[in-house]
């Protein structure tokens, strides 16, 4: 339900990251559909709090990062959730969406992982790899 655009951290607009153009909160008009089609950027919050699975607003247990660090009120990463969206248009400012306008992008995840297989992807791959940049 958004009328305003919701902040580059959690959607944005671009033409593809071989554009001139620049990401934006506004839809751009991308030069060349072939090869510069309008994207749209939806990334999901990857601090959550330690305590709550759910909130009533469904988004308060949960935060984004700020300065690529979480917040103390959410002190626990989780792994980054990030959506493109192609369209098979060069965008302008008639585009909207059927949400609702132009700045209701939105998205929505459900696990569906074995939490078996889920819990070795995290053990094994992301923790293994941010243990590795720590260089430790």
Not at 22 to 41: G, Y
Not at 75 to 93: K, M, N, Q
Request: aromatic share 8%; net charge positive; hydrophobic share 35%.
């Amino acid at each position: 339900s958004a009328s305003s655009p919701q902040g580059m951290q959690i959607t944005f607009w671009n033409c593809g990251a071989a554009s001139s153009i620049p990401a934006s909160t506004e839809v751009p008009t991308c030069p060349d559909m072939r090869s510069q089609s309008l994207r749209l950027h939806v990334n999901f919050p990857s601090c959550w709090d330690g305590r709550h699975l759910d909130s009533a607003d469904h988004k308060s247990h949960v935060a984004y990062p700020v300065r690529g660090a979480c917040p103390a009120s959410h002190p626990v990463a989780v792994p980054a959730i990030s959506l493109i969206y192609r369209y098979p248009t060069t965008g302008g400012s008639g585009v909207t969406l059927s949400s609702g306008g132009r700045y209701s992008a939105h998205a929505d995840f459900f696990n569906a992982w074995r939490q078996g297989t889920l819990v070795s992807l995290v053990n094994n791959c992301l923790n293994a790899l941010r243990h590795c940049a720590r260089g430790t």
